[in-house]
């Protein structure tokens, strides 16, 4: 099932939309596989070539959720590209398509017209081409499919002499093993944690740069270092038995209590895609510090100015440039930075907005991206990718499938011109972004008429 609109609403229980969500429902729960995708994107309408807001919409959110929590597969498309099909098939013969959307209008006042198809060659092409269509696997996961966060205490990211030392000191090593610490702990009232050597070496990728031996002095020396230098632990050694730790409250000799406010939420992928091995440290302080300024939710927004950052952080300059930065290229963050005022000067400048994108699956991305090359060709594929490089959006698929799309509707030379317009901005510049390349593509067009 493809669908561009469902209104639905679960109260209402009367609704011609209702009925026919729970016929959906229960099909699945007669063991029939359900698959379905659901579209969600930016009105490009509303960007007017220079201004305005590129904001999602969510219009098939109750829908969604609904599905999601009777146990149907059910994903959201490419954000760039609207899914405008209407259109159902069943049994890989059986095909319902037509105009009208679920919505109360269109099945009982608007003229719309829908009709079934029994063809198997017809079901063939539309399941070939619906397995086509980019899937947004993050925004299709609910929060609460999730593994538990870790809470981190905003002391913890802002004491001068806990994590903002450890940048200080470069001492990666200890800042990682504490995280993984604080995730292990299940809420023991000793703050105890047990240590697991081989375990912690092959989280944290240290057994894929040294042998056991190496890796273990390696993290024993990172647990000296939370006790004596940091005050962050207490080391129990019980040979021949394994060590344990006894997590301590910050600045005191109690135990370690879960933060109950002033907190951020490490999302567990952070671990289980690998993050904590493929960032830099930089990039991992900066990320915690975006979990804090956004509630850890996705697509929140949060305002800030370098200066500020630095003195709340306790961070050097070049830390919060290289590290924002870093989350930019990858995807894991946006950044929107003011307009220059009229007069010039920094010092009158609005502050830079940050949005959390959110952690995703390198594994996926990687296929996702294979999967663009195979359908699109490799050549325009890697010219659509070296474009998005451009705006820091080479590691976002649904930006590089719309750039080729971008090319199909206005040509490689229109699209390679508005992308050298922007390319010779500095990367704080509010125009070295891809709605300003839109904005230039869909300006020109209308000009030309």
């Excluded at 933060?259 to 992928?269: F, G, W």
């Excluded at 960032?279 to 915690?288: D, M, N, R, V």
């Excluded at 956004?294 to 305002?303: D, E, Q």
């Excluded at 590089?400 to 992308?419: L, M, N, P, S, T």
Aim: with cysteine.
């Amino acid at each position: 099932m493809v669908m561009y609109f469902v209104n639905f609403d679960p109260k209402s229980r009367k609704s011609p939309v209702t009925e026919l969500v729970e016929e959906v429902v229960n099909a699945h729960k007669r063991g029939v596989k359900v698959r379905v995708i659901l579209d969600q994107n930016i009105s490009f309408a509303e960007w007017e070539g220079r201004g305005g807001k590129w904001e999602k919409e969510e219009k098939n959110i109750p829908l969604f959720e609904y599905f999601k929590k009777q146990g149907i597969e059910v994903y959201y498309d490419n954000l760039f590209v609207v899914t405008h099909s209407k259109a159902i098939v069943i049994d890989e013969e059986i095909v319902v398509l037509g105009s009208a959307n679920w919505t109360e209008s269109s099945l009982r006042r608007n003229w719309e017209t829908s009709c079934l198809i029994r063809s198997k060659e017809l079901a063939k092409q539309l399941l070939e081409d619906f397995s086509k269509i980019t899937i947004d696997y993050e925004a299709s996961i609910l929060d609460e499919e999730r593994n538990p966060s870790v809470k981190i205490s905003d002391s913890f990211l802002k004491d001068s002499s806990l994590a903002p030392q450890m940048v200080t000191s470069r001492d990666e090593t200890a800042f990682d093993l504490y995280l993984l610490l604080l995730r292990k702990y299940d809420g023991n009232p000793e703050g105890r944690v047990d240590i697991d050597y081989k375990n912690i070496s092959a989280t944290l990728g240290l057994d894929k740069k040294f042998n056991y031996i190496s890796a273990r002095d390696i993290l024993r020396e990172a647990l000296v270092r939370l006790d004596d230098r940091y005050k962050l632990i207490i080391r129990e050694i019980r040979p021949p038995k394994s060590p344990y730790c006894l997590l301590l409250g910050y600045h005191s000799k109690n135990p370690y209590v879960l933060p109950q406010e002033k907190y951020c939420s490490l999302p567990d992928e952070y671990w289980k895609y690998g993050w904590n091995e493929r960032l830099s440290f930089t990039e991992k302080y900066c990320l915690l510090i975006n979990l804090i300024k956004t509630g850890a939710r996705r697509g929140n927004v949060w305002t800030g100015y370098r200066a500020g950052l630095m003195d709340e952080f306790s961070l050097g300059r070049d830390t919060i440039i290289r590290g924002m930065k870093g989350l930019r290229r990858l995807n894991i963050i946006d950044i929107e930075y003011p307009e220059y005022p009229e007069k010039g000067g920094f010092e009158e400048r609005d502050p830079t907005r940050f949005t959390l994108l959110g952690l995703y699956s390198p594994q996926i991305l990687e296929k996702e991206k294979e999967r663009l090359a195979k359908l699109y060709g490799q050549e325009r594929f890697a010219e659509a990718q070296k474009y998005a490089g451009i705006v820091f959006k080479d590691n976002d698929i649904q930006v590089i499938e719309d750039i080729i799309r971008k090319i199909e509707e206005y040509g490689i030379e229109q699209v390679g011109k508005a992308f050298d317009k922007i390319s010779t901005k500095v990367p704080d510049n509010p125009k070295r972004s891809y709605k300003y390349v839109v904005g230039i593509l869909q300006t020109e067009a209308e000009a030309v008429k």
